[in-house]
């Protein structure tokens, strides 16, 4: 983070500060802020675009947000003056915009199971979702990575230009944030020429003490540099597969979406997975989980004006994550015992029986998969009093 304008540091009760030093000056900022700032960006042009105020939103979020993330996006909302009537996965909303443009398919007759491939510009969600003709969309399994997409495939770029700069020039420019501020806006054109062509210039003048910096980048070289990430991706896709006990043959519609999709090697990769299925590219990438997302918030605002089609959704979700309480084995405490696996349709109920001798008992809850509950994050605790044995 030393390259860029901005740190972060820890703030109160362990929660991440963003610093940002603009014109000398510094000023921090809690992560809700900034989430708030966009909002209210977003907020206004709504109002400005209806001529009316928007006081009510749904708000998309990449599928595998924690809880602590969930109730953050929330707390940002309220800061930019919104009511949040629900959060959807990002997924799961463009799957909403693929059932609409879908159900008046005559010959659509059976359930369709459909993968959403979202790959955007910071993080990666995939889910497996059943699509009825009726408007039930049944979410079978999500995962994916929320520190995974575009922003990372520019980094490689970044570090693969500099390292040639220091090469040539014996010089490292990661030294002075504007000059890694311009490198990064080029590498970040680079790639997304990439995606139609199998060579492209970056150049910038004068990039760092007067020194001109000039490279071709080849679209083999961009796909070298990132096969980790893109196959991270495709093992991903399977573990959600897994998850949701469907065989890839099942599958009946790979969607994709995210502007990171657009890259070559990554539709490859996905179509050869898939054994060779034509990847479903109906939809603007770009556009499909913000169209979900207002189709469902018409559903949710119960307009006498809305469609029937749009009023006959019915969504089942999962929770992402596998909810558990701290236990003891044997001498040793801190271990998860699950109670709620992840990938499992809400609302549940679920019932777990331990024995003891004790007549007060503290349950902490926590949410993760790791099998440590340091590991995991803790949402609450709570005290159940005068048990009888």
């Known amino acids: 983070m030393e390259s860029w304008p901005f740190k972060i540091v820890e703030g109160p009760a362990g929660k991440p500060n963003v610093v940002v030093e603009l014109r000398g000056e510094e000023k921090k900022y809690a992560p809700e802020e900034l989430s708030a700032m966009v909002l209210k960006k977003m907020k206004q042009s709504a109002e400005a675009f209806t001529g009316r105020e928007v006081t009510d939103a749904v708000i998309t979020v990449p599928a595998y947000f924690s809880n602590n993330q969930r109730e953050a996006t929330k707390e940002a909302a309220t800061l930019a003056g919104l009511n949040v009537m629900q959060l959807i996965n990002e997924p799961t909303a463009a799957a909403i915009a693929y059932g609409l443009d879908h159900m008046a398919d005559k010959t659509w ?51 693969y230009c500099a390292k040639e700069f ?28 990439l995606s139609s062509t199998t060579f492209t210039p970056v150049e910038i003048d004068c990039l760092y003490e007067g020194i001109d910096f000039s490279i071709k980048i080849s679209r083999a070289k961009f796909e070298e540099l990132n096969s980790s990430y893109f196959e991270k991706c495709i093992q991903l896709v399977e573990k959600c597969l897994f998850d949701g006990e469907i065989k890839k043959t099942n599958v009946d519609e790979v969607v994709v979406v995210g502007g990171s999709t657009r890259i070559q090697k990554v539709q490859r990769l996905l179509e050869e997975f898939f054994d060779g299925k034509t990847l479903c590219k109906d939809m603007n990438g770009d556009e499909a989980v913000a169209f979900g997302a207002a ?95």
């Open 109 to 159: 007759r059976n359930d369709k199971i459909v993968l959403v491939f979202d790959l955007g510009g910071g993080t990666f969600d995939v889910s497996l979702l059943k699509i009825s003709k009726t408007g039930v969309i049944d979410v079978k399994a999500v995962g994916g990575d929320t520190h995974l997409g575009g922003e990372d495939f520019d980094m490689t770029l970044v570090d």
């Open 295 to 389: 189709i469902f918030a018409a559903k949710l605002s119960g307009n006498s004006d809305t469609d029937d089609v749009v009023r006959d959704i019915v969504l089942q979700d999962v929770t992402p994550l596998s909810l558990g309480i701290e236990v003891r084995h044997g001498d040793e405490k801190g271990h998860m015992n699950v109670i709620i696996p992840r990938n499992t349709s809400i609302p549940t109920r679920k019932k777990r029986t331990y024995l003891h001798d004790r007549t007060l008992v503290s349950i902490v809850v926590y949410q993760g998969e790791k099998n440590k509950v340091k590991d995991n994050i803790l949402l609450g605790k709570f005290n159940l009093y005068n048990l009888e044995n």
């Open 166 to 193: 220091k090469k040539k020039h014996v010089l490292d420019l990661r030294r002075n944030p504007r000059a890694m501020g311009r490198l990064k806006a080029a590498c970040e054109k680079a790639k997304r020429d």
